[in-house]
C-alpha cells in the first residue's frame, strides 16, 4: 500500500504541476532535472487497534527543488500549493486525506510534510457462538427458584 500512496502524490502532483516539473520516488545517483520533487516516505508504522483493525501510520516528506533565481519566493509559492493539492489523494478509486501538513525551508529546499493514516480490519472467520443456554434465578432466603 506504501507504493500506491507513492504514486497517488507522484499522479497529483504531476496532474497539477505538468510535465515542466520532474517527480522522483527513488535516489538520484548523478544530475537532476530542476524544478523537481522527491517523494520519500518517513518511518511507516502500524498501531494495533481492538477486533482486529489496524492503523497504518505513513508519513512522507516531499522535498522541493527549485529552478529559479528568486528561490524564495518560487519555495513559498509552491508550498502554498502543496497545502491545497496534497489534502486529498486518489488511491485505488478512493480518496485518501493528508493530514498534519505543514512544511519548513531548508538550504533552499522545500520539505513538506504529509501523513495519509488508514485503518485496515482483518478478516475474522472464526465460528461464531451458535447457542446461548443461560442458567440463573433469585435468591430468596435459602432456596434458589429457577
Given at each position: 500500500m506504501l507504493n500506491n500512496i507513492i504514486d497517488g502524490i507522484s499522479v497529483k502532483l504531476d496532474g497539477t504541476f505538468g510535465e515542466k516539473f520532474t517527480i522522483y520516488s527513488e535516489n538520484v545517483e548523478q544530475g537532476i532535472n530542476e524544478p523537481c520533487f522527491f517523494i520519500v516516505p518517513l518511518?511507516?508504522?502500524?498501531?494495533?487497534?481492538?477486533?482486529?483493525?489496524?492503523?497504518?501510520?505513513?508519513?512522507?516528506?516531499v522535498h522541493y527543488?527549485?529552478?529559479?533565481?528568486?528561490?524564495?519566493?518560487?519555495?513559498?509559492?509552491?508550498?502554498e500549493m502543496l497545502l491545497e493539492e496534497l489534502e486529498y489523494i486518489e488511491i485505488e478509486g478512493s480518496l485518501v486525506r493528508g493530514t498534519n501538513m505543514n512544511f519548513e525551508i531548508i538550504d533552499n529546499v522545500l520539505h513538506f510534510f504529509v501523513d495519509y493514516n488508514y485503518f485496515t480490519i482483518k478478516s475474522n472467520?472464526?465460528?461464531?457462538?451458535?447457542?446461548?443456554?443461560?442458567f440463573g434465578g433469585?435468591?430468596?432466603?435459602?432456596?434458589?427458584e429457577n
Open positions: 518511518n511507516p508504522s502500524k498501531v494495533p487497534y481492538p477486533s482486529g483493525r489496524t492503523l497504518k501510520k505513513n508519513s512522507f516528506d527543488f527549485p529552478k529559479s533565481n528568486d528561490k524564495s519566493f518560487e519555495i513559498n509559492e509552491i508550498a472467520d472464526t465460528d461464531k457462538m451458535d447457542a446461548v443456554e443461560l433469585l435468591k430468596r432466603g435459602d432456596s434458589i
